[in-house]
């Protein structure tokens, strides 16, 4: 059954100077969607598809997928929606495609290596997707986690072209990827970046460890020069570059982010009227001002103190 769709008014994201800056929700659930557009949502940022994974013994059926990805994607018609492909490693295990006793499992076979290691599990996961955006009207883009180069690229965009999907894109949370953002800006139709892992990865700090957690700060200016990189890759390529991770979340950081090229932001629901509050304050060019001298500093609490207002 679908979801009756309720028109309510959004005001669109946008800074001083009339820029527009997509404020987009992440969701876990087509039940969530009603309230993230009650709040404001314009779309769908990050949709992750863990949760109809998890607990089963086999792969749900495409049919199954295919209901599932409709509820969702019937609530946002004419509206942006990106979804995460699965992303699930030893930390999150699924019995038909991880193994739980890798020793490091956010440096194992987690998001597009184990999905590429089982191949029939992806290509129906995309297939799922693509009938369900038939069904819609709502602008379906899907996007693959934990993705480290433009090869890894180029064979995820190009299966899901071949299964019927027109935009494809990739997470950026290897720095890696980051490091070689022209590269994969050049195959891949968007880049959204994911700091929760991107931050993990460039700090090599676990972020399910308490001990470390001083270093899972994406105010970093470590984090903030690839965000530059992935930024100026996407200007020089045409193509959007959001982020999804917690950071678009921080008003001040929102604003830094969006001087250092990102397009548009994603976030839990809830923080979605502070950071449109806060994107209206400032123009563009005051953005870029402030990334630079966030860029500029040496470390993630000197980066926060020179870069907020
Ligand atoms: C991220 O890594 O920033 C992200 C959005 O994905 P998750 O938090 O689900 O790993
Ligand atoms: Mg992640």
Not at 49 to 74: G, I, M
Not at 92 to 101: M, R, T, V
Not at 155 to 175: C, D, H, I, Q
């Amino acid at each position: 059954e679908r979801a009756a769709v309720v028109a309510a008014p959004i005001t669109p994201g946008e800074l001083a100077d009339g820029t527009a800056i997509p404020l987009l929700a992440n969701l876990g659930s087509p039940k969530d969607a009603a309230a993230a557009i009650a709040l404001g949502a314009e779309g769908v940022g990050l949709f992750r598809t863990e949760f109809l994974f998890l607990d089963a013994k086999t792969a749900p059926s495409v049919d199954v997928q295919r209901v599932h990805y409709a509820q969702l994607l019937a609530q946002f018609p004419g509206r942006k929606v990106v979804v995460r492909a699965l992303d699930a490693g030893a930390d999150k295990p699924l019995s038909f495609l991880n193994d739980a006793h890798e020793e490091n499992p956010a440096l194992g076979l987690r998001g597009l290596r184990a999905l590429r290691a089982s191949e029939p599990i992806l290509r129906d996961q995309l297939t799922a997707l693509a009938l369900a955006a038939a069904e819609t009207d709502a602008e379906l883009w899907v996007m693959a986690p934990m993705v480290s180069d433009s090869e890894e690229t180029e064979y995820f965009v190009s299966l899901g072209r071949e299964l019927g999907l027109t935009t494809v894109g990739v997470m950026a949370e290897v720095p890696s990827l980051a490091v070689l953002a022209d590269q994969v800006l050049g195959v891949a139709d968007f880049v959204s970046i994911g700091t929760n892992d991107l931050t993990q990865y460039t700090l090599a700090a676990d972020r399910m460890l308490g001990s470390v957690a001083q270093f899972q700060d994406p105010w970093h200016p470590a984090v903030l020069r690839l965000v530059k990189l992935l930024g100026d890759a996407g200007a020089a390529a045409g193509k959007s570059v959001g982020v999804c991770g917690e950071a678009a979340a921080d008003p001040q950081l929102a604003v830094v982010l969006v001087g250092l090229g990102v397009t548009s932001l994603s976030m839990t629901p809830a923080a979605l009227a502070d950071v449109r509050a806060e994107l209206r304050t400032v123009t563009l060019a005051e953005a870029s001002e402030r990334a630079s001298r966030a860029l500029a500093a040496r470390t993630a609490t000197e980066a926060r103190a020179v870069a907020s207002a």
